[in-house]
């Protein structure tokens, strides 16, 4: 493995990972939000990461990121979709069964173990938000996480989803409109 | 502009996406619309909300882990014999240099942010105090000799016209206590400004979108220089911008 730097494979590998690695958060982040679940989060974003490499040589710029989420996105829809069973349960949730006890919602976000010394009332609200966010279905959830956390303009967001920018723009709509009701909900039943 | 037209545009308005005759449009509306100005609020308070929650993860470092042993690259850039080689061949401006991006490295967060603001503030300002250019002319051999003798550096000029990106003129600005020279294009209805200074990292690196106060900025080195291109237009049309400059700055070989 060690050895002479002038390996073409060698190269590409390591323009990748500088290129690439620097993306981990963002590429993690969306992962969770896309999966709800830490350990298929950790393998698709691992997985996303050997493809990439694999097919670094047809990626042809200018922004590293949206490139790394489709293909995020394309691992998450693929092998993982059968595993998260989030989707019917969304479905079970919109369609009428309307519990919302705390305990029938949670296994939606799981949060990594936090101990209740350090758990402050912001990270509290930060943990409601995510849970809110992973409660929506699956188009307006990806549009708002590419969004308002990634940090994406509409023009990356409607490659990495593949469809107009126009889509883009009335998923986020649709996505902040769904999201503040179930906050107001939220502050109606935990105050 | 009708309130099911707002109720979509407004998002775009949130995010910093609408040209400046959309947004004068909506926002005409809003103030005229008590339904879709509480609606913009509404909104507005959930994206502070979102953004104020931290809602990024950050990747274990098992997983990095994982993922940097998966390559075939070492971690820690396995020093090669030839680039021990190379070493020994740039001796000690390689090591100053080193020691410099360290320094550069390690002091660059707070600074980047300042410099970041002051590249906002001095782009809004252009806009508003309608002082756009001391120097007013679309012929870069004007433009260029005009920075002679007011700055340290030779800030590359070139005209983009042809490109779509019409040169407007030049000015001098100030971005964290340092002298820099501004290069003004216009896209359509669009200002971008481009910011050349001086003291940048010793690698060049590419261009790297950020966001402040909506506005779209790229910011690049090249030619010892370091570039900052702000406008309220697009990422993607920006980093056409940047690509079609630096493709004028370097013309192919042979051209």
New interface residues.
Partial sequence: ??????DP??DK??R??DAA?PC??????LA?YLLRDTADA?DA??EC??RA?RHFDTFR???IKPWLFAILRNVCRGEFARKSSGLNYIDQYVGGETDKDEDAVRPLWQEPQVSPETETL?QR??QT??RL?AELPEQFREAIVL?????L????IADVIGVPVGTV??R??RA?SM??KA?IAEEGTST | MTCTET???L??LL?G?LDAGHAREVEAHVENCPHCAAQMR??RE??Q???A????????A???Q???K?????PQ??S????VLRGFVMGTALSTAMAASLFVAVFRTDQDQRVLGDIVSAHVRSLQADHLTDVQTSDQHTVKPWFNGKLDIAPPVVDLTAKGFTLLGGRLEYIDGQAVASIVYRRRKHVINLFVTQGAPIENH??K?Q?MQGY?IRRWTAQGLEFFAISDI???EL?EF??KFDAALNPPKGA
């Avoid at chain 1, 303009?153 to 990356?156: G, H, L, T």
């Avoid at chain 2, 929650?53 to 274990?60: D, K, M, S, V």
Wanted: net charge neutral; charged share 25%.
């Fill in positions: 493995m060690a050895g002479n730097g002038s494979h060698q590998a390591r990748f990972r690695l981990l958060d963002d590429v993690y982040t969770r950790e974003v691992q990461y050997l490499l710029g200018p922004a912001h609200d930060a938000i995510r966010v969004r308002e956390i990634n940090d303009p509409y023009r990356d723009m009335s986020l709509a902040r999201l503040r906050w | 109720e979509i545009l998002h775009a995010d996406e509404a909104y959930l994206q909300a979102m953004a929650g931290q809602l990024r993860l950050t990747a274990p098992s997983l990095r994982r993922i940097e998966a390559f075939p690259v070492a850039r396995a090669s014999r030839r680039s590419t261009a979108l966001t779209n697009n990422g993607e980093q940047v690509e």
